[in-house]
């Protein structure tokens, strides 16, 4: 399923930076879509501090895609 334009990849949490609560969440979150081939870029709004976990999760969700 292809996702539409500006829609969530992930389940979505009350956008509140918590800490260590807000890493777990996000290293967590379920995928809403499954991306069919390789993402070039991608626009979040989260905080800067949490590119590296939003990375990892994107990453690890799109194991078994293929470019």
């Known amino acids: ?3 539409p334009a500006k829609s969530p990849l992930c ?3 009350n ?3 918590d800490g260590p609560a807000y890493e777990k969440f996000l290293s967590e979150a379920l995928p809403l879509f499954g991306p ?3 993402i070039g870029w991608l626009v979040t709004s989260r905080l800067e ?3 590296n976990h939003t990375g990892a999760w994107l990453q690890s969700t799109t ?3 293929t470019s």
């Open 1 to 3: 399923m292809r996702a």
């Open 11 to 13: 389940t979505l949490k």
């Open 15 to 17: 956008q509140v930076d």
């Open 36 to 38: 069919t081939r390789k």
């Open 49 to 51: 501090k949490y590119r």
């Open 63 to 65: 194991s078994n895609t």
